[in-house]
Nanobody
């Protein structure tokens, strides 16, 4: 059974930093591209970042580029998102997702979504 458990969210002031994590089980983590997505209150879910199986390729949405860093540990089966220079508009529930297919970048496997971790940026 595929499971993802996000953690590390919290309340942070604008300009602050947080690192959120996603521990996974039930599949071969190193076989899959992984994604971070987020959903702000009253808004649609949006993609934040993705990372290739071995971490050599990454991509970010424009609004977080230069502030967020995605990484992974294929021994610990864990995905990370280091978030720096946080802004109020980064406030959202953050989820990690695996790709729907192994060894290629093919899109989200929505069934892999966990409960998310809340990030709130406010003074």
């Amino acid at each position: 059974q595929v499971q993802t458990v996000e953690s590390g969210g919290g309340l942070v002031q604008p300009g602050g930093s947080l690192r959120i994590s996603c521990t996974t089980s039930g599949f071969i983590f190193s076989d899959y591209w992984m994604y971070w997505v987020r959903q702000a209150p009253g808004k649609e879910l949006e993609w934040v970042s993705w990372i290739s199986q071995n971490g050599d390729e990454t991509k970010y949405r424009e609004s977080v580029k230069g502030r967020f860093v995605i990484s992974r540990d294929n021994v610990k089966n864990t995905l990370y998102l280091q978030m720096n220079l946080l802004k109020p508009e980064d406030t959202a529930l953050y989820y990690c997702l695996r790709d729907r297919r192994p060894r290629v970048r093919g899109g989200f496997d929505w069934t892999s979504r966990g409960q998310g971790t809340q990030v709130t940026v406010s003074s």
